[in-house]
């Protein structure tokens, strides 16, 4: 085992890790700030029209940047919450709870500016398509994990439970992403393509993807900062110290 | 009238974000001045 693998398990301990994330906060929140302020700026003032939709488009600027946090925070927080359960790592199940907070604010923002985009668009606040719907049901997903683990009092035992429904829930995501080429639905085709060209012109990408990066690092500044209460809250209730006898 | 629209979802936008802001600000407050082994934390103390 080399030096840096032992420095990587030494941020298992949760004393470090609240050290780590107090340390690295700031790093995400100031530049997630400036970037929010141009990617508004740029999105708002700089891009111009859409010759079909008009100013309406603009909607898209924060509405795919939150659909996209919605779906990869529960990605990441069913990893943490099964790396703590299978592996018994208590610092992976408080990430997991750190982060689901944040994963269903982004997927509520999702929704509403989707509905305040489908308006003047499709002349519907909502429809039961196959992606607003799942994008429903992810918000059911965080609203239940978060009621699970609020509802049993063990710590220890919230987790697994919290554990067992995140990687259930889990399979939801991928029918968001792909829901809209399997199914005929109303909502328009990926904005974005991981393996594919952008079809989208610079002047209008630059904005999206300046406020992807300042979503990202919004949301591991946030979930830094929860994460050092989750841990200053279960060290002060002795919960790892139950667990240890 | 389609900016209309995207004012409301950009307000709904600060308005979450703020609000998640300030819980968690809420939150870190309250939970620093809970309990002395959790401010011992930041002193290095061991959990």
Not at chain 1, 169 to 197: C, K
Not at chain 1, 213 to 233: P, T
Not at chain 2, 14 to 20: F, G, K, P, Q, Y
Request: glycine share 6%; aromatic share 12%; proline share 3%.
């Amino acid at each position: 085992m080399n030096r840096r693998t032992i420095q990587w398990f030494k941020y298992a301990a949760p004393e470090n890790l609240h050290r780590l994330a107090g340390r690295l906060m700031p790093w995400f929140a100031v530049p997630a700030a400036g970037l929010f302020g141009m990617g508004l700026y740029l999105g708002l003032l700089v891009a111009p029209a859409d010759f079909q939709q008009g100013d309406a488009y603009r909607v898209l600027f924060i509405h795919v940047p939150a659909a996209w946090m919605g779906m990869l925070l529960y990605v990441v927080l069913a990893f943490y919450a099964t790396v703590g359960w299978v592996l018994n790592v208590r610092a992976s199940s408080m990430m997991a709870s750190s982060l689901s907070a944040t994963g269903a604010m982004f997927t509520v923002i999702a929704l509403v500016t989707g509905s305040l985009w489908g308006r003047p668009t499709w002349g519907t606040w909502w429809v039961w398509d196959a992606r607003t719907t799942s994008t429903l049901i992810l918000l059911f997903l965080y609203v239940g994990f978060m009621s699970l683990q609020s509802a049993i009092d063990e710590v220890r035992r919230a987790d697994r439970a919290g554990a067992v429904l995140a990687l259930v829930g889990a399979v939801n995501v991928p029918i968001i992403y792909f829901s809209v080429e399997w199914w005929n639905t109303l909502h328009q085709g990926a904005t974005l393509r991981i393996a594919d060209e952008s079809r989208m012109h610079a002047s209008m990408l630059t904005p999206l993807l300046v406020m992807i990066a300042a979503c990202w690092l919004y949301s591991i500044a946030v979930v830094l900062g929860r994460l050092q209460c989750v841990i200053r809250e279960r060290a002060s209730s002795g919960v790892h110290m139950e667990a240890a006898r | 009238m389609n900016w209309f629209y995207v004012w409301i979802a950009y307000l709904v936008t600060v308005i979450a974000m703020a609000a998640e802001v300030l819980l968690l600000l809420r939150r870190r407050r309250a939970v620093r001045h809970g309990s002395d082994l959790a401010t011992d934390l930041d002193a290095g103390a061991e959990v």
